[in-house]
């Protein structure tokens, strides 16, 4: 896994123009059944990926915190949300809270999440590929197939189902 990821950036790179042209057409005419689809998708290439082998998403890229996530997850510290987000989080350009650091700080070194019934709604729909009305995130997606081994298998299967 660890050549995969390594891979990635340069694979999704060559991949952009392609996915882009790809993607607009998508947006301008989506089939009629791609939750269908995208859901099939999504769930066979889970079946193949195991994430605990991967983890890439929680070591690059942290999931942002809404207000639900914040309260939930102090709560589990049995701490004040105040204190939570003075002890581990910021705010980033767009004025959401985010983790100030990554790899996150909640990663265990076997790739486990120590706060995983409790995680980031984000955290929880990443890779966001079973997403209903899945055409309107692609600027999202074209990102996370540089990060998401996973997300980048299921956009090439798409591509293929749907060109
Ligand atoms: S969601 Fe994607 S990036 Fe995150 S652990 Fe699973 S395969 Fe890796
Ligand atoms: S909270 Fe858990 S699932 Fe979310 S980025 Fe951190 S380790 Fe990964």
Redesign the pocket.
Known sequence: MDEVIKQLPKKAAEKHKENKKFFTKLKKRPPKNLDYVMQELHEAEFQRTDCLDC?N??KTT??LFTNNDIERIAKFFRMKPKKFIGQFLRVDEDSDYV?QEV??????ADNL????DV??K???E?PHTDRKKFQQISNLTMKNVAICPAAFNIVEEMRKKLA
């Open positions: 983890a998403c929680c942290g999931p983790l790899p996150c700080t909640f990663l265990g999440c120590s706060i995983y995680r980031p984000a955290c929880r990443f």
